[in-house]
């Protein structure tokens, strides 16, 4: 009779493969689930693939082929038996078929690179939340969504390069606490779940998508978006002071975005933005709509901005304004300055006239915003398909 330890190697080198293979992938799969930030998982999956397809395969050969010995004892055949059985039911597929797919599967799997069609997939996931959880403010979280984007994104100062949807430091005290970004913590918790369902997104391109997602499904302009921003630690929060205060005049407008980076017609097309959403007076002390269909995206805030008389609102909150017709719309004093200045003026007055004016340019700054400072490595820009299209 062959030697029982003979026989034991041969079982493990035909069933420990399969076995440990699978306690691989479970260990990696618990890892997976248990690691918040992507830069682990590609290192995860190529290990997992190194260790079932190269690693134990290789040292089991070598374990068998080293210990053969002498015949020994009878009491081997019971092993013997189960030997050949898991020889018939799976040894031959690992003999006859197994060798190839362990080759390709060492082969194929690198680091995980997502694609396209996995962005698209987080894209879809937000649509979906975004049209399940409509019990919020006037029926959608995709305004505060917008505004997140905005305010990871407008951070950014050209002359330091500091800054920017790069890192998602609004995470992290002091920056979620600062005065500007009140509330916004609805958007940043409402994103959550489709973190935990892509944990290999970072959150500052999930920011940044949610921002284009909820543009597209409210049925504004296409946002052609690009991946690559990386999640950076407490140490990169902005100073406060680095976003537009509302209650001041277009002097501070035009200084807050120029130190971005952008010109006066590309400020004027991203306040327009103030088609969507509304003030909260547990917010930013504000209160109310800029226009009456705050869930879709127009350019309503600027047909309003020059058609309707603009009163300032009596009452004990902040200096804003309300329209004379129906006294239930708003406008900042930021807003009113794009009509007080006269290089302002002329791009709302257009934007009134020319919808698919102000869809086009917006999309280019925005674009624009929400790259700001990220050192992408590639030109590539992918256009999601929103949740009604074939
Ligand atoms: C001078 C520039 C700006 C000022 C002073 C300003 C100020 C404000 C204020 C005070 C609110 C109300 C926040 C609240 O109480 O919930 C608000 C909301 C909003 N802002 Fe702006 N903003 C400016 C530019 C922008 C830009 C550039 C965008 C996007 C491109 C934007 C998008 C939004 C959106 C979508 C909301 C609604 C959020 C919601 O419904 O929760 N804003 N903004």
Redesign the pocket.
């Known amino acids: 009779m062959p030697d029982p330890s003979l026989l034991s190697l041969f079982v493990l080198h035909i069933l420990c493969p399969l076995t440990m293979a699978s306690a691989a992938r479970t260990a990696s799969r618990a890892f997976l689930r248990s690691t918040p930030t992507s830069s682990f998982r590609p290192a995860v999956r190529s290990t997992r693939f190194a260790i079932s397809a190269n690693g134990l395969r290789t040292s089991s050969r070598r374990g068998y082929a080293s210990e053969a010995g002498p015949e020994k004892s009878g009491s081997s055949a019971g092993l013997w038996a189960v030997a050949i059985g898991a020889l018939g039911a799976g040894g031959a597929y690992f003999y006859l078929k197994g060798d190839d797919s362990s080759k390709a599967q060492a082969q194929a799997k690198g680091p995980f690179v997502p694609a396209q069609a996995d962005y698209q997939k987080v894209y879809d996931a937000i649509a979906q939340r975004l049209a399940d959880e409509t019990d919020y403010?006037d029926g959608s979280y995709g305004?505060?969504l917008?505004?997140l984007a905005?305010h990871a994104s407008?951070t950014y100062d050209k002359e330091t390069g500091t800054g920017g949807s790069n890192g998602a430091t609004m995470r992290f005290a002091p920056e979620s606490d600062h005065g500007a970004n009140a509330?916004l913590k609805a958007a940043r918790d409402f994103l959550e779940p489709i973190k935990a369902q892509f944990p290999w997104i970072s959150y500052s391109d999930l920011w940044t998508l949610g921002g284009a997602c909820a543009i597209q499904e409210l049925s504004g302009p296409t946002i052609p978006w690009r991946p690559g921003r990386e999640d950076r630690d407490v140490s990169a929060c902005t100073p406060d002071g680095r976003l537009?205060?509302?209650a001041k005049d277009q002097r501070h407008?035009r200084d807050i975005f120029s130190r971005m980076g952008f010109d006066d017609r590309e400020m004027v097309a991203?306040?327009g933005?103030?088609a969507?959403?509304?003030?909260?007076t547990d917010?930013?002390g504000?209160d109310g709509p800029w226009n009456f269909s705050p869930t879709v995206f127009t350019n309503e805030f600027f047909r309003l901005l020059v058609e309707e008389k603009w009163n300032q609102k009596k009452w004990n909150g902040p200096t804003q304004f309300t329209d004379k017709s129906t006294g239930t719309l708003m406008m900042?004093p930021?807003d009113m300055a794009l009509i007080k200045d006269k290089n302002f003026k002329k791009h709302v007055e257009r934007y009134a006239k020319d919808s698919d004016a102000f869809f086009k340019e917006f999309s280019d700054v925005?674009v624009k915003?929400l790259e700001l400072g990220v050192p992408f490595k590639t030109d590539e820009r992918f256009v999601f398909k929103t949740s009604d299209s074939e």
């Not at 969507?276 to 909260?280: A, D, E, I, T």
């Open positions: 403010d305004p505060v917008v505004r905005w407008g509330g537009p205060d509302a407008v991203l306040i933005a103030h969507l959403g509304r003030c909260h917010r930013s504000y900042l930021t925005f915003l």
